[in-house]
């Protein structure tokens, strides 16, 4: 039986950085790391080996290398069951891991609804985090020409993008009334929606799909105003699920969603066991509410947190809760979201104010390369606190987006902003006398009238 006294369940991007960051805050401590694949993919990155990277090989994780440079010792194996008196981890391979510490970090799996008809054809594909799946994913797709995809998040939309440009036929469908919808509100994400479709991408949204039709392959997919599409294959993006059968059957808390219930040093309610990433419990930093929010950002805050904390409670490293940072580029240009939409702020009863300001991210605008950028702030009416933000851009916006999402959770008010000193230059940012997140935080202060 091997023994050690940090044992991390998963190699994905929070079992790495938990381990790692374990590894550095307590060095005197061992390691061992147990992931289910030798090569583990980035996950932000899938989208992208069916076109851009046209490989899942170019697509790798160093989690390895990174393992044993820190020395952490690195298992290709699976975890069936944890004995949480004895502290003893079992491996399918029937060996044994005697654990002072446990990290869950399990990961999540596609939603496949059970209602949805048609799951079980040739062609029928989900998106999971499953090297050899999507290498015989990508290799079947490649033979076929008309693709439908069902769900437009950000990777339904990344991926939809990936497979145009590769030259299928790509039909998008998206339940909601605009695509994106829980991450940018409706004026946002309609400009986004034109820039897709300029690219070739059939879109559909605000009709959702009733059944995948065929005898043994996808042929059809029927859509619930009754509408009949061709197809010769199916990816489902319809979001993920905690994989926490593990934990479950351990007989560790889960939530009602299955999420392992954690505090904000990534405790489970088992003691010496924490759990991170995607199978870890989340709420929502503005509004507190449990979400179901999976970000390999949030996973890795997480990650460090679990790490930092893992043999001594340290008061200041805690996670409060996900911003909900989401950031994409299509044909150069860029957009990111953090925090709640001014939708969400609404259902949630908070009085708030928005503004949204278009200029351009270079000066003069002649400059080469020059994107409009477009930026909506989402501000708390009576404090003047801001909670959302939306960008628009090249592909600078996905940095502009992590400065609002620094803002949002250090709580700067639109007064602090405004009163913000920023580097500005030509080549690398808006000028700095139209400045388009200071400009829109003028207009938001206009509305408020400080």
């Not at 805690?318 to 609404?346: L, M, N, P, W």
């Amino acid at each position: 039986m091997k023994n050690t006294d940090v044992l991390v369940i998963g190699g994905s991007a929070a079992g790495m950085v938990a381990a790692l960051t374990g590894k550095s805050s307590w060095s005197d401590k061992s390691f061992i790391l147990i992931k289910k694949q030798k090569d583990v993919m980035v996950p932000c990155g899938i989208p992208y080996i069916f076109g851009t990277l046209n490989s899942s090989q170019l697509n790798i994780m160093p989690v390895d290398n990174m393992l044993a440079k820190a020395g952490i010792e690195s298992i290709v194996n699976e975890v069936v069951s944890i004995d949480k008196n004895t502290k003893i981890a079992k491996l399918i391979s029937g060996e044994e891991i005697k654990y002072d510490k446990l990290v869950i970090a399990t990961g999540s799996i596609p939603i496949v609804p059970k209602w949805l008809k048609g799951t079980n054809l040739e062609n029928f594909f989900v998106i999971p985090k499953d090297k050899t799946y999507l290498d015989e994913m990508k290799s079947k797709i490649s033979g076929l020409k008309k693709v439908v995809v069902i769900g437009a998040g950000f990777i339904g939309v990344e991926v939809s993008d990936e497979l145009a440009k590769s030259g299928h036929d790509v039909t998008l469908i998206e339940k909601e009334k605009t695509i994106l919808a829980s991450a940018f509100d409706e004026e946002v994400a309609s400009k986004i929606e034109e820039i897709i479709k300029n690219r070739g991408i059939k879109l559909i949204t605000g009709n959702g799909v009733k059944e995948i039709i065929g005898n043994t392959k996808v042929e059809k997919v029927k859509l619930e105003n009754d509408t009949i599409l061709d197809a010769d294959a199916v990816i489902l993006s319809m979001g993920y699920q905690p994989n926490t059968e593990l934990a479950k059957k351990s007989g560790i808390y889960l939530d009602e969603s299955n999420y392992i219930v954690v505090d904000e040093y990534m405790r489970t309610h088992e003691k010496d066991i924490f759990a991170v990433g995607d199978c870890a419990q989340k709420r929502d930093f503005i509004t507190r509410k449990r979400v179901p929010t999976m970000l390999a950002s949030t996973a890795c805050a997480e990650a460090r947190v679990c790490g930092m904390n893992l043999f001594g409670i340290n008061i200041v490293k805690t996670f409060s809760g996900t911003i909900s940072i989401y950031s994409t580029a299509i044909d150069g240009h860029g957009f990111g979201t953090a925090g709640i939409t001014e939708r969400r702020a609404k259902e949630e009863g908070i009085n708030i104010v928005s503004a949204i300001f278009e200029g351009v991210d270079r000066h003069p605008g002649n400059m080469p390369d020059t994107k409009k950028q477009i930026v909506k702030l989402i501000v708390a009416k009576q404090s003047g606190v801001i909670v959302g933000g939306e960008v628009i851009g090249g592909l600078s916006a996905g940095e502009l987006t992590n400065v609002i999402g620094i803002i949002i959770q250090n709580r700067m008010t639109i007064s602090t902003l405004l009163t913000s000193q920023i580097g500005t230059h030509p080549c690398l940012t808006a000028s700095p006398a139209a400045y388009p997140i200071i400009k829109a935080a003028e207009m938001v202060a206009a509305k408020i009238k400080f």
